[in-house]
């Protein structure tokens, strides 16, 4: 099946295009001295295009393949087929890994507050409401990353480095936002250039869990989706002190490398994805 996503090129090359053309746009009205209702709105609707244009571009490749359009309706429609420890490891494992990295920070001298459930996204939206925008991104991402990106990589490569490459891949996607006054990405980069680099280090281990359960659960979609769904709201809900996401980037990570050793055979072996999960 995977030799049939074979636009590899084409398809990231738009991805990337098309959403740091409009990204870039966004950037630059952002800092436009008068921030009127029209240009806000001129704003998101450029940052909202740009969020759905891998979508969009994944659709036109299984628009065209019959074969390809029924695979992709298979792996959005068979939750029920997925392993019980695989579905709570997707909604589990980061909201306790944020609150455990929580409890951590508390030893270094953080206090209490962070578990104040503010309501209040880190960032600010005209058009969208904040949780809105949370929720969605993950849905229309993944509907790209992982109907067609994912496995048009592991077509060609090994799990694992298909996990590197696709996370540096998302790295750079990311990087306009980060010239976008007052949203998230921004954000990080005011906080310092350690909160940076944790932000990007991650993506990395992000990736390797969120792909183990893609291929652990017969490559089904809406695992990734919800995977990133709780990535997004656990990381947001919380006032988090950017100590403690780095805290829980330790904490993933010593769980990425027990993945990665009970399964190496799966992420360093030659089959290809459609094999892994079995």
Known sequence: MLERYNKTIAFYGYSLLIPWILWFAVAYLSHRPYQSNLLQLAQQTLAIMGLFAPTVVAA????????????????????EKVEKKYILMTVFLLPISIILAQFISLLFGHDLGQFYISGKPNFTSFLLSPWLILILAPIVEELAWHSYGTDTLRRKFNLFNTCL????????????????KGYFHSNVVAEGWIYSLNYIFSLFVFVVLMNWLYFKTKRNIVVTIIFHLMANISNEIFA?????????????????????YIDREMFFGKTQGGDDGN
């Open 60 to 79: 036109y490749y299984f628009m065209k393949d019959e074969v390809l359009k029924k695979d992709l309706l298979e792996r959005l429609f068979k939750l």
């Open 165 to 180: 490459i696709f996370a540096f891949y998302w790295v750079f996607w990311h990087f306009p936002l980060s010239f976008v």
């Open 240 to 260: 988090t002190h950017p100590d403690s996401k780095v805290i829980q980037t330790v904490l993933l990570l010593i769980v990425a490398i027990t993945v990665l």
